[in-house]
């Protein structure tokens, strides 16, 4: 299974062959049935996971115990609380297994030791931390400005592959709407013959 994951190094962030011979003991993969929680809110994140096959979420708890889902992370997706893995903070959220997954398991010698060898893989984790700052930039907007129809529709659009993967509450609580609400857009866009890829 580390194929998928040299595969993906490789083509991604320019990693050679004699490159990954160095790393390739740093690297544990492991597989996980769904229901396994990565990471409790208030732990220390020291970990980062790379999905092969399956379905991971990042979530918060509020006070009156009600989850607000940030993240879902499929094939080819990466997942991790990137404050707590690199100021050593308490993590602000959850990642547990909502899908049987295949995952890579990476720890801070790995990306020690990968920025040592391979000067193109800080190049890569800079356009992917950068790629993370936009893609939460446009979630907040999405949140405090658009319907509930734009929301809907922008989910579909990054997550195409995970509409029919999850249950519906789930996707709700990633909108940020009430399941009624999706429920109602999902009819809309049904009469309007909308049909999602």
Not at 80 to 103: C, H, K, T
């Amino acid at each position: 299974m580390q194929e998928s994951f040299r595969d993906y190094m490789m083509a991604q962030a320019g990693i050679t062959a004699e490159q990954w011979e160095l790393i390739v003991s740093l690297i544990q993969e492991k597989t996980v049935p769904k229901g396994t929680i990565l990471l409790r809110q208030g732990d220390i994140c020291s970990e980062v996971y790379f999905v092969t096959t399956g379905l991971l979420r990042s979530y918060t708890v509020d006070d009156s115990g009600k989850e607000h889902i940030l993240q879902f992370s499929a094939e080819n997706w990466w997942i991790a609380d990137r404050n707590s893995f690199y100021y050593g903070e308490p993590s602000l959220f959850f990642v547990d297994v909502i899908e049987d997954a295949r995952i890579t398991i990476l720890d801070h010698d790995f990306e020690t030791r990968i920025q040592e060898i391979a000067p193109s893989y800080t190049r890569f984790n800079t356009r992917a931390l950068h790629n993370a700052i936009r893609f939460m930039q446009r979630r907040i907007n999405l949140l405090l400005s658009a319907g509930a129809e734009e929301r809907y529709l922008d989910f579909i659009s990054l997550y195409p592959n995970v509409t029919l993967r999850v249950p519906q509450w789930m996707i709700a609580s990633y909108l940020g709407i009430t399941p009624e609400s999706l429920s109602r857009v999902r009819r809309e866009l049904a009469r309007r013959n909308f049909k999602p890829h």
